[in-house]
């Protein structure tokens, strides 16, 4: 008999949960149990980790967090989970009956007052009732090669730019402390606000690097003692991933980005991982062509969606909003807006993105 069940914040449960996630070969760091605290002291949001248990024994787990968003999105979303690419459902077998799930699915919305559910999976799970959405990929680096492997896979355009970079003066530093932190916060922040994104809370990059202390770094690109450039690394099983990376456009002339990331990738390499997960991007954007050029693989991201009993909903419709007008006018306006005042406003935006 199959149970799914909302678990607590026990350390009994973190233990067992974490455990079975280092054979899912589906999970990612987003799915490891400290999110669910994260999410809860930093956010302040309602969390509802799922554990699936046959015959008592644990045979997959769903972490959902619940956004409540009156302003942007007008409603509230159960994400699974948010500001990560992926964190889904985490089974170990491939064969799985959903209906117990769907059925807890269901009620959870109904209690929330949800408009649905997003299941952020590297794989999907085959279902009448879930709706499919395919307009991610997430980027795969094979470091299997070795450093002087992939430097000589890499075009000599890549290798040219991060030579330059080099000769330039733009160093490298990697850490963990405040210094770090700010660091990076500050050319962080002035990124989204060009991209006309909210910017997170600076308590937010404080609480990865405190909670995933063990698995996290911050790698700087500085010139002339200015930082120009950070990536955000969480290293988990075979896989070092970078969920947050950002780096001042007027200094694009350097090439900064591209010896950020060959830094990256080489102590991935020396760390003996597998994988450098490069994050997120849409077909046809700039980062999708970037990451390509670095020898990265696109793999294809499955979001799937579970409306209330009874409705089809157009849930694409609530995905559009940056093509829609009244987008085209607040990106405008929040350009133009003071970065202290976007970051001061930008943790209390952040909240609502159900999409982000």
């Not at 709706?131 to 992939?150: A, C, P, Q, W, Y």
């Not at 419709?317 to 306006?333: A, V």
Request: with cysteine; proline share 4%.
């Amino acid at each position: 008999m199959v149970n799914v069940d909302v678990v607590n914040n026990s350390n009994e449960v973190k233990e067992e949960w974490d455990h079975f996630l280092e054979g899912c070969k589906n999970a990612s760091f987003g799915s490891l149990f400290d999110w669910k605290i994260l999410y809860e002291d930093t956010f302040g949001f309602k969390t509802f980790y799922l554990s699936i248990k046959e015959d008592n024994k644990l045979i997959g787990i769903l972490p959902l967090v619940l956004i409540k968003s009156p302003l942007i999105g007008k409603g509230s979303f159960l994400v699974s989970t948010p500001y990560v690419t992926q964190s889904g459902l985490c089974l170990n077998r491939e064969q799985f009956d959903l209906l117990p799930l769907i059925y807890t699915l269901k009620k959870l919305i109904k209690d929330c007052r949800a408009k649905y559910v997003e299941l952020r999976h590297l794989f999907p799970y085959p279902s009448d009732t879930l709706i499919m959405r395919k307009n991610f990929f997430t980027f795969h680096l094979d470091l299997s090669h070795g450093v002087e492997g992939l430097w000589k896979g890499f075009s000599s355009e890549v290798r040219n730019r991060i030579r330059k970079a080099q000769k330039s003066g733009v160093e490298v530093k990697t850490g963990q402390d405040i210094h770090f932190i700010k660091g990076f916060y500050k050319v962080f922040s002035k990124r989204m606000k060009e991209l006309s994104f909210p910017n997170y809370p600076k308590d937010y990059i404080e609480a990865i690097m405190k909670i995933f202390y063990n698995r996290s770094r911050i790698v700087l690109v500085l010139f002339k003692g200015k930082v120009i450039g950070g990536m955000l690394v969480i290293s988990f099983k075979d896989t070092l991933s970078m969920p947050y990376v950002a780096s001042l456009v007027e200094y694009n002339h350097l090439c900064p980005n591209n010896l950020l990331y060959w830094e990256a990738i080489q102590q991935a390499i020396q760390g003996g991982h597998t994988i450098f997960d490069m994050g997120r991007s849409r077909e046809g954007t700039g980062t999708f062509q970037f990451k390509k050029k670095l020898g990265a693989v696109p793999v294809q991201l499955y979001y799937q969606y579970l409306s209330p009993e009874g409705e089809k909903g157009d849930i694409k419709n609530l995905f559009d909003m940056e093509g829609s007008p009244l987008f085209n006018i607040y990106s405008s306006i929040w350009r133009r807006l003071p970065t202290p005042f976007t970051n001061l406003i930008g943790g209390y935006l952040i909240r609502q993105l159900y999409i982000a």
